[in-house]
């Protein structure tokens, strides 16, 4: 009698591939903002190859779900320090310092990136999880194991964090800017100039405009 096998597995096959074609991206994405692109094709093909051996416990929609896979392999299978490493290097190759004129709202994202960088490892997830991911508190929290309440709080503790990062990041800008005035024969001391409404009239850097610390979705 002919195996009945492929008839009857075509339907998960068709099932994984959608899942697979809809939330790769995605995957490998948070996998990258975690711990770098070179680890993150290793954790999508290790977060898939888990996907179809226990696709009948995969739910919709399937992206929470794979987003705590991933954030298991990257856990069990790479040290924290390397992580973390990887993660800075990251960030940095997508947020390289500006120079010349430069767009507002690309010099805005990049005080943000390199906000997201300073941070602790956990306030990073939570934000990747709800700002880059676009879940809401309730799936990001089944992605890291917890309850909807503590991800909020969670949440709110990581955005006060990203928000004090980029004021540091903003005053330190403003010291080299000095810095670069002074060597170039600028007045000594001088503030290098702050960007936004009120600005020059403040004397002191503004903390950029970041969408990511939107408590919309809190």
Not at 67 to 73: D, K, M, S
């Given at each position: 009698m002919a195996d009945p096998a492929p008839r009857e597995r075509a339907p998960d096959e068709r099932r994984f591939t959608a899942m697979y074609d809809a939330c790769r991206q995605r995957?490998?994405?948070?996998?990258?903002?975690r711990a770098g692109r070179q680890i993150a094709d290793e954790v999508v093909?290790?977060?898939?190859?888990?996907a179809w051996r226990r696709l009948a416990d995969v739910p919709d929609p399937p992206l929470p779900w794979l987003?705590?896979?991933?954030?298991?392999?990257l856990r069990d299978g790479y040290r924290a320090e390397a992580r973390r490493e990887a993660c800075t290097a990251e960030l940095a190759r997508w947020a390289p310092r500006p120079s010349g004129d430069i767009a507002e709202d690309v010099a805005?994202?990049?005080a943000v990136l390199r906000a997201m960088a300073?941070?602790?490892e956990?306030?990073?997830e939570v934000l990747i999880l709800v700002a880059w991911q676009g879940l809401s508190p309730r799936e990001a929290a089944r992605v890291v194991g917890c309850s909807p309440a503590a991800l909020r709080v969670r949440l709110h503790r990581a955005r006060r964090r990203l928000l004090r990062a980029a004021d540091a990041g903003a005053e330190a800008e403003a010291e080299a800017g000095a810095g670069r005035a002074e060597a170039t024969g600028g007045p000594?001391?001088?503030p290098a100039p702050a960007r936004g409404p009120g600005a020059e009239a403040a004397g002191r850097p503004v903390r950029?405009?970041?969408g990511i610390v939107s408590e919309e979705r809190a």
């Open positions: 995957v490998w994405a948070y996998a990258a903002a093909s290790e977060t898939f190859a888990v987003l705590g896979v991933a954030r298991n392999v805005e994202r990049l300073a941070i602790p956990g306030d990073r000594a001391g001088a950029p405009q970041m």
